[in-house]
Structures are given as structure tokens and as C-alpha cells.
């Protein structure tokens, strides 16, 4: 009798087991974890051994593995059904922003609603490729070309909000990640060939509505010295942490420019350079490894989604999530201009630590919810 | 219109995924070649850029501004000192390093506990405080034993200090090191550069507030350094420009006036110009000394703060709030006027309650037996209460809300400095969204006497009575009078802050006033405070219930708790025809404004209009012999 019970128990949790992971992904989840874990060691070496913001790391990083799991074990149909209001009121957030928005640093980026203030451009990262998913999703049958238009109006009105308060960065994060799901419903080559030609004939244009701060960030890149002690020293520095590093790099809190302090930003935007100082080339490959593992994870996901809906939102997420990689790496190592972008899974922060993993969420709960056959 | 057809769309679709893993392939490609043209071909170079990376920028720190009193009195100022500080990361055995170093330096146990806290928050390169204050004999000792301790050094900083310590610590506040959450705030306001070097900032109070203004503009240094990160030769160098001073309007002569006719009570004063809004005396009792904060105060210090029963860092001036009592009668009396409820000229009999139409509850005057006939007046001179119940019934709690509002009372004054609170001047609205709950009828009763709901701050009461004063003009109330450029030497007035005009009738505002002179003549409730001024005084007393009396009982301030007896309250203005101050005054647990708190203002205004500076604590203006009662 007693042992029966000992095996009623063991059932008992296999079966709790059982229902705690069903919707979780291992293998995303454990290439996931490793990056993470390397972050916080990068962090700790990059925080000047201060284990107080790795803790508060922790904290971010446990969070948004809750928001994972919860955003995992929902279906997908459930997911679409909120993707309507989640647009409409991030829509109305940034509206509220640009009337009654706080201003921080010259731009109107945040919304004080009382208890907390907020960044509503966060939430229309995960919220407009769901809004777009949600309506080639809705007009799939009969697809015109109108519905790319709207589509792309879905999109615009957002992103020139952002651009306005002004956030060039983000706003060409989340115009990457709707054009995405437009190239994934099968926008067609011409049109995108087209707006390639468009774009680049329109530079000069764009150049003359930029910023001061940000035609300075793109002079800079061309020729950093030219402002060493200004927006250049973040390149500079970054250059010389990345390139003293060798093949195997200086170690682990060996690196002089993040130690010395000569590093900027060294545990939000700059972290690479830090990880890439202290562990060389060796370490950089290993970590574009366990990023394109990821990545080849998410896309196996993508090809095997049932519905339009989910297949336009994993592939806009997943080519999102390598966008963060390759701007931010970028950026780093000198190739691309200084915009404010963190390194996915890495960088210190909570919000964009958030937004990623709801991502992930998505992802294992595409691949992990019964699919549904279309007769 | 064309029908898509599903396998061809998944067939597109797929080709288009393979195509984005050419894509994400290709742009990993170069940053990967781009990895390898830093770290293998152009290894050399950058290692010679790293290991002669000497130039560092040093931050250089702007001496903070100094905060003076109206007459030029220095409330906050700097000194500098020699500091003993050590790099974490140079040494490898603190404890051992500590030990060796107490041989010839004082440290104490709490001077650990502290550097010991500061190491767990700071970066381990970062040359942290062990010791401040060194005298010429540790400094010397030290020089000579210099190179026993690596990463030990001695440095001259600049230190923060309040001479006055609790006089002004409420006015004040005080600066603190620099916390994450501090972090946080600078790095949303892109303040960070400009702290780089700084350890301090402002927390509470006028340092709080003002910290933009006091804090100046970090200047830099270009220093070359060698492989340890020391500096052997400066480059260049951009000077920091100090921080602003600060003239208050407060007048600390006065303010002292305060502190000792208020003697060992607790309490709160404001006392305001009503001619602009600035703010003359600002005492919250008991005070703190402030300069416990600066370094980061040691728990010892803290529990005896935090704990103690008289909550001295309890602002109470600012943040204290209390039920008016029967200093909100003025406003009721013109709000009476002003509505038409009442004329100068009507008059009823007081029997010493009043009962609401068809129900048995008496709220009772504080004089059993009433005070007669009594017209609006006579209704301030005595404090009669029965007057404003049957008054508060024929306006309604709504009229009073609306009326009085105009006063401030129950809403942030928008004084200059932060975390002031609204208290409370409530409505029926209010009411229902709060407590789900209707109006009562009984709830405007004692409402109309200033008890119930109303919850006022004293900094409220005093804006409410400048507006008395001064015919309506509601002015902002601010500290701040000018600000003196640091570099230049010029000071910049701070324009008074008109926030709205109230319109009262002249003749309903006479009225008032003048009842307000008799109060402090014979026969008012505070003659005695009153007798033989040299200047005409007008004023209101009041109480402030602490706990509820039940129906039947009275109140004996003998039988009951200290903790638990009333308020004493007073407001006042003088000279009463051409006002130069107004202010509130709050005693708590002494029982009623006319005996303790109605004196106080007596000595302020003797000090302030006449020169006359207040003798410590006057017992024969805190006697109790007279018959009192809880509400006048």
C-alpha cells in the first residue's frame, strides 16, 4: 500500500511536469538560458564587480521568463484575438505621448499614467506585427493589393509617431519588423526592389531631416576622430576594446578599457565590446553561434506554423530578433551608426529583456498548440 | 479579386524564409569579417591604442552652491577637508588593510560598517571614503607610512555642512550619496556626465528641489595616465562652474523666534509675506540634525530618527495634516456672506446645540449652555459653534466645497519644493467615490466646524490666511527669493507667483476682518495673546480632535492620553490694516489655540514687526487655570 502510493505520487508529478512544460520549447529555452547566463557574467565584469545590478538583472530576466511562460501556454487563437485591442491601445498611448508626454532629454518619449511612467513604443514593438499578422491573417482568401496599402498605413501612422518624439532608432526597429510580415505575405519583388531604389534615391532627403544629433551620429561613423571627444569616443574606445582583444581576449574582468572606465555605456548599449575585450575573436564566434543557433531554432518554427497568422508573426519575430543583433553588433564594432539599440538577451535592462522573451512566448506557443489542418 | 491558392502561398512563403537565411547568413558574414579585420589583422594597432590609452577624462566636481537666509545668513555651505580613501580593487585584503591602518588613524566600528556598505555599492576602482576630517597630525603620520598601503591615499574634498542643523532641517533638507535609484532619475533627465565625479545629491527639502540650480556643471580633465590608471601629467582642462547660490526668503532671526517660543512642544509654524507668497518662517517641530545624512548616517542614528515618538523627520509643516478645527470658521462666515446665507446684521439664539430638523443627536457648542444671541461677529469673537452648524445645514457640504476651495484648503499649494500633500476639504462627490457611501446631513455639522473629513496641512492654512490678508491674492508660496550666479555674481529676483485672484466683496472681507481684530481684544478667545500689542492683530483660534468624544461624554484634557489630546491651532496676520505676515500656527496635544498657540504668534509678530526677540518659553502664557474647553 505504501509503495502504491509512493508511485501515485511520482505519477502525480510527472503529470504536473507534464503540464508545467507542455508549452515550453527545451531547446529554445536552453540556448536562451545559456545567453543569458552569459550576459550576466559579462555584466558582472562590466558593472565593475557589482553584484547588486546583476541581482536586479535577475530579476528582470526572471520576470520576463514568467511573461514567457504565461504568453506560451496561450493559444494562438487567443493571441489574435487580443491583437486588435493591444494595437489600438498602444495606438492611443502614443497619441497620449505626443499631446501629453514627458519630456526627457529633448524627446517625448514617456507617458506618466499615474502609478508608473511608461514607454508605449515598447509595447508596439510585440504590437504591430500582431496587428499585421492579424489583418493579412483576415484577408487572406483574397488578397488585393489594397490590402497592402492598408497594411502599410497600419504601420506608417505608428512609426512617424515615433519618429516625431524623435526616436529614430526604434522607429526603424519597428518599420523593420512590419516590413517584415509584409515581405512574409508575399508583398511582391518589384514593390520591394522598388522601395529599395525609392530609399536610396531618398537619402539625401532624409539626411536633410535628421537632426543635428543624428547627421553628427553618421558624420562620426565615417570618420570618428574627427570628434574624439564627443560622439566619436564612444567608437573609438569601443574599436580598441573589440581589436586589443586578439583571438582569445584579456579574460574575464581583465579588460583594461572596461575596467579603466575608458568604455561607455559598458552595461546597456556596449556591452558587446566589454564581452568582446575580454574574450576575443574565440568568444565571438561561440556567441554569433549560439545566436544563429537560436535563430535556425525559430525559423525551423516559422516553416512548420499551420496558420498565415502565425507564420507572419514568428518570421517577423525572428528576423526581428536578429535585426537587434546585427544593429547593436554593428553599432559596436563601428560599421553602423550609434543609435540607442541593446544586445538582445544580454544587455542590462529590463524592458527590452521583457518584449524579447513575450517574443520567444509566441514562438513556443506556435509551435507547441495543436495545429489545426485546413480542409 | 484572385483567390490565393494555399499550397502555392506556403510553397512562396517558404522560399521567401530561405531566402531571409541567405539574408541573415550574409550580414553575420560581415560582422563576423568585420570581428576578424579588428581582432586579428588589426590586433597590433589597437593593443598599442589600448596599452597607451593614458589620456583618461577625469571628472572635475563643481563646488555645490551655498543657501543664505533673506539677510545673508549661510544655512548650507562647504569646507574642505582631508578625506582618507581607498580603491577597493588595488587592495587585496580590506580587513587586513583596516586593522593595520586603525594603528595610527581612528577608525571607528561605524566608520567600517559604513565603508564596508559603500564597497557593496560601488565600483571596485572607485576610491571610496574610509575616514573624513583627517587632522594635520593623522595626515602626517599617514605621509610617512604611505608605502605600506598600495591604493590608500589621502585626498582633499569638499565636504557639505548645515550649521544650523534642526533649526532649518525641514526647510533645508539635506544631500545624501548618490543611490541607484539616483542613477536611475539622473539617466532619464541625460544628467549622468554631469555627475560623473559628483557623490552626492540632493534628497528632500530646498537641496531636493533645487538640486538643477545647486549642483553646477562638472568640468573635465584630460590627464595621462600610466598602466595603473594613475595620473602623472595633465593636458588640458575645462574648469567646472559651481553651482548657484540660493537666497531664501526665509528670515532665520525669525525663524528662531520660533524654535523658542515653541520651547519643547511639538508643532508647526508657517508664517508667510502675504504681499507675495514668501515664505518668512517655515518650522516643523521637532527638527533633525541634517548633517547625520551627508556622509550616509549610521543606524544608531537612524533607529533613533525613525523610532522616535515625536517623528522628527516628519515635516509637519509641509506633510502634517490635521482638522482645522475652528480656524476654518472665517472662511465658512465669508462664504456665508458671499452666498447671501448670512448678512452682517442676522442673528440667532444659541442654546448650546443644534439638532438637525427630526433628529434626537445634539451636536453641542463647546460652551454648554451657548453664547446667547449671537450674530456672525460675535459668532468669530467667541467661537461660537452652534452658529456655523446651523450655518453648514443651510449651505451644504457641496457650496462649502466649492466656496472654500478657493482658499486652497484640501489641494498642493504649489510651494518650491517637493512632496508636499493635498489634505483634504471634502465634498459629496467625494464621498461617494472614496467610500462608496452618500452625504449625510450630520456630515456637513461637523464639517461646517472645520472637524469631520477636513484635513488641512499647516503650510494650507497659512496660504489661507495670507488670502484674508491680503483681499485674495493667491500667491504660490516659495523659499527661494533670488538666485546668485555663481560665476558672475549676479543675483536673479524670483518674480512673485500670482496663481489666481479670488473676487470678494470689500464689504463681506471687512467684516470678517474686523471680527477677527476683536478675537484677539477682551471678550475674544485669544484677548490674552492680544493684550497691549503695539500693532492691531487679527487671528483665529481653533482645536484640532485628535480623538472623537462620544455623545454625552466631555472632553477632560486631564483624563486623557497626552498623545491624545487636541491640537492647538491659530491663525493670524498683523498689522491687521496693512499686513506684513500671516501665518498658521499648530501646537499638538495642548489643547486649545487660544492659550499655546495664539502666544507663539504673539512673539513672532513682537519679533518681527518690533524687534522684540521672544524670552524662552513664557509660563505665564501657557497656563491652564482658565476654564477650557475642546472647540473654541
Not at chain 2, 92 to 107: G, H, K, M, V
Amino acid at each position: 500500500m505504501n509503495s502504491r502510493k509512493l508511485t501515485q505520487n511520482k505519477i502525480d508529478i510527472r503529470k504536473i511536469w507534464y503540464y508545467f512544460t507542455r508549452h515550453i520549447d527545451g531547446f529554445l529555452l536552453t540556448f536562451i538560458l545559456v545567453l543569458m547566463s552569459v550576459g550576466l557574467m559579462v555584466l558582472y565584469s562590466a558593472s565593475g564587480g557589482n553584484i547588486g545590478k546583476v541581482n536586479n538583472q535577475a530579476i528582470n530576466i526572471v520576470v520576463a521568463l514568467i511573461l514567457m511562460w504565461v504568453i506560451a501556454n496561450t493559444s494562438m487563437q487567443q493571441i489574435k484575438r487580443i491583437a486588435l485591442p493591444i494595437y489600438l491601445v498602444g495606438l492611443a498611448l502614443l497619441i497620449g505621448v505626443a499631446l501629453f508626454g514627458e519630456i526627457y532629454n529633448g524627446a517625448r518619449r514617456w507617458l506618466n499614467i499615474g502609478i508608473t511612467r511608461i514607454q508605449p513604443s515598447e509595447l508596439m514593438k510585440i504590437a504591430i506585427p500582431l496587428m499585421m499578422a492579424w489583418y493579412f491573417d483576415k484577408y487572406e482568401i483574397t488578397l488585393r493589393f489594397r490590402d497592402y496599402i492598408g497594411a502599410t498605413l497600419l504601420l506608417t501612422i505608428p512609426v512617424l509617431l515615433i519618429l516625431k518624439q524623435p526616436d529614430l532608432g526604434t522607429a526603424l526597429l519597428i518599420a523593420a519588423s512590419g516590413f517584415y510580415v509584409l515581405f512574409f505575405a508575399g508583398l511582391s519583388w518589384r514593390i520591394i526592389i522598388g522601395l529599395i531604389v525609392l530609399g536610396a534615391a531618398s537619402l539625401p532627403i532624409l539626411w536633410g531631416m535628421m537632426h543635428d544629433y543624428q547627421r553628427q551620429r553618421v558624420m562620426t561613423l565615417l570618420d570618428p576622430t574627427q570628434d574624439p571627444l564627443g560622439a566619436g569616443y564612444h567608437i573609438i574606445q569601443s574599436s580598441i576594446a573589440i581589436g586589443s582583444g586578439g583571438i582569445a581576449g584579456k579574460g574575464w574582468q581583465n579588460g583594461t578599457q572596461t575596467q579603466l572606465d575608458f568604455l561607455p555605456e559598458q552595461s546597456t548599449d556596449f556591452i558587446f565590446a566589454v564581452f568582446s575585450e575580454e574574450f576575443g575573436l574565440i568568444g565571438n564566434t561561440l556567441l554569433l553561434l549560439l545566436y544563429l543557433i537560436i535563430i535556425g531554432r525559430c525559423i525551423v518554427i516559422t516553416a512548420n506554423a499551420s496558420s498565415q497568422f502565425s507564420r507572419l508573426i514568428a518570421g517577423s519575430i525572428t528576423l526581428t530578433f536578429f535585426t537587434y543583433i546585427f544593429v547593436n553588433m554593428g553599432m559596436v564594432s563601428g560599421i553602423l551608426p550609434v543609435v540607442g539599440v541593446p544586445l538582445p538577451l544580454i544587455s542590462y535592462g529590463g524592458t527590452s529583456m521583457v518584449t524579447m522573451l513575450i517574443g520567444f512566448g509566441i514562438l513556443m506557443s506556435i509551435h507547441t498548440h495543436p495545429k489545426f489542418i485546413r480542409t | 479579386m484572385e483567390l490565393r491558392d494555399q499550397p502555392i502561398e506556403l510553397q512562396k512563403f517558404r522560399i521567401r524564409l530561405g531566402i531571409s537565411v541567405i539574408f541573415i547568413l550574409a550580414l553575420f558574414s560581415i560582422l563576423y569579417v568585420r570581428f576578424y579585420y579588428l581582432q586579428i589583422t588589426q590586433q597590433d594597432h589597437y593593443s598599442t591604442l589600448a596599452e597607451v590609452n593614458r589620456i583618461s577624462i577625469l571628472p572635475l566636481v563643481p563646488n555645490r552652491g551655498l543657501i543664505f537666509d533673506r539677510h545673508g545668513k549661510v544655512l548650507a555651505q562647504n569646507y574642505s577637508a582631508y578625506a582618507l580613501e581607498i580603491t577597493p580593487s588595488k587592495v587585496p585584503d580590506i580587513e587586513s588593510t583596516l586593522d593595520e591602518l586603525a594603528a595610527f588613524i581612528e577608525i571607528t566600528p561605524t566608520d567600517r560598517q559604513r565603508f564596508m556598505k559603500l564597497m557593496k555599492e560601488s565600483r571596485r576602482f572607485k576610491s571610496l571614503p574610509i575616514r573624513n576630517r583627517l587632522n594635520e597630525i593623522e595626515i602626517a603620520t599617514f605621509a610617512t607610512n604611505r608605502y605600506r598601503f598600495p591604493g590608500v591615499e589621502i585626498k582633499s574634498r569638499v565636504f557639505r555642512q548645515y550649521p544650523e542643523k534642526e533649526l532649518v532641517s525641514h526647510v533645508v533638507g539635506y544631500i545624501s550619496r548618490i543611490n541607484d535609484k539616483d542613477l536611475d532619475f539622473l539617466e532619464l533627465n541625460n544628467e549622468l556626465n554631469n555627475y560623473r565625479g559628483s557623490q552626492h545629491i540632493g534628497k528632500i527639502g530646498i537641496e531636493q528641489s533645487y538640486e538643477k540650480q545647486l549642483h553646477g556643471i562638472t568640468g573635465f580633465e584630460e590627464v595621462e595616465t600610466d598602466a595603473a590608471g594613475r595620473s602623472i601629467r595633465v593636458l588640458s582642462r575645462t574648469l567646472p562652474i559651481s553651482g548657484n547660490n540660493l537666497i531664501l526668503s526665509l528670515d532665520f532671526g525669525l525663524q528662531e523666534a520660533v524654535e523658542k517660543a515653541f520651547g519643547d512642544r511639538r508643532g508647526a509654524l508657517v508664517a508667510l509675506d502675504p504681499n507675495n507668497g514668501e515664505i518668512l518662517a517655515f518650522v516643523s517641530k521637532p527638527g533633525y540634525d541634517n548633517n547625520l545624512f551627508i556622509g550616509g548616517i549610521d543606524h544608531e542614528n537612524w533607529n533613533m530618527l525613525n523610532n522616535s515618538i515625536d517623528r522628527p523627520l516628519n515635516n509637519r509643516a509641509l506633510r502634517g495634516v490635521y482638522p482645522p478645527g475652528s480656524t476654518f470658521k472665517p472662511f465658512m462666515a465669508l462664504a456665508a456672506l458671499e452666498l447671501g446665507k448670512r448678512t452682517p446684521e442676522y442673528s440667532m439664539a444659541d442654546p448650546g446645540f443644534f439638532s438637525l430638523p427630526g433628529v434626537k443627536h445634539r451636536f453641542r457648542d463647546w460652551k454648554p449652555g451657548g453664547h446667547g444671541r449671537v450674530n456672525l461677529h460675535k459668532s468669530l469673537v467667541v467661537s461660537c459653534d452652534t452658529f456655523y452648524y446651523s450655518l453648514g445645514n443651510d449651505l451644504g457640504i457641496d457650496n462649502m466645497h466649492n466656496f472654500i476651495g478657493q482658499f486652497g484648503l484640501g489641494k498642493k499649494t504649489g510651494i518650491d519644493v517637493e512632496n508636499e500633500v493635498s489634505g483634504l476639504l471634502p465634498s459629496s462627490a467625494w464621498k461617494m467615490a472614496q467610500h462608496k457611501q452618500k452625504w449625510y446631513a450630520g456630515d456637513t455639522i461637523s464639517a461646517a466646524i472645520g472637524q469631520g473629513y477636513n484635513l488641512t496641512t499647516p503650510l494650507q492654512l497659512a496660504f489661507a490666511t495670507m488670502m484674508i490678508a491680503n483681499g485674495g491674492k493667491a500667491y504660490a508660496p516659495r523659499f527661494v527669493k533670488q538666485i546668485q550666479n555663481s560665476k558672475t555674481g549676479e543675483t536673479t529676483n524670483i518674480p512673485e507667483n500670482l496663481l489666481y485672484t479670488a473676487n470678494f466683496k470689500p464689504k463681506n472681507l471687512e467684516v470678517i476682518r474686523n471680527a477677527l481684530i476683536d478675537v484677539t481684544r477682551p471678550g475674544g478667545t485669544a484677548a490674552k495673546a492680544g493684550a497691549n500689542a503695539l500693532y492691531t492683530f487679527a487671528g483665529k483660534t481653533g482645536t484640532s480632535q485628535v480623538v472623537r468624544i462620544k455623545q454625552g461624554e466631555r472632553y477632560n484634557e486631564k483624563l486623557i492620553d497626552e498623545r491624545h489630546r487636541d491640537h492647538a491651532m491659530f491663525i493670524a496676520y498683523a498689522p491687521a490694516e496693512s499686513p506684513k505676515i500671516a501665518l498658521a500656527v499648530l501646537v499638538e496635544n495642548t489643547g486649545t489655540g487660544g492659550s499655546t498657540a495664539a502666544p507663539i504668534a504673539r512673539q513672532v509678530f513682537d519679533y518681527y514687526l518690533l524687534g522684540n526677540t521672544p524670552k524662552a518659553e513664557d509660563d505665564s502664557l501657557n497656563d491652564n487655570t482658565e476654564e477650557h474647553d475642546h472647540s473654541h
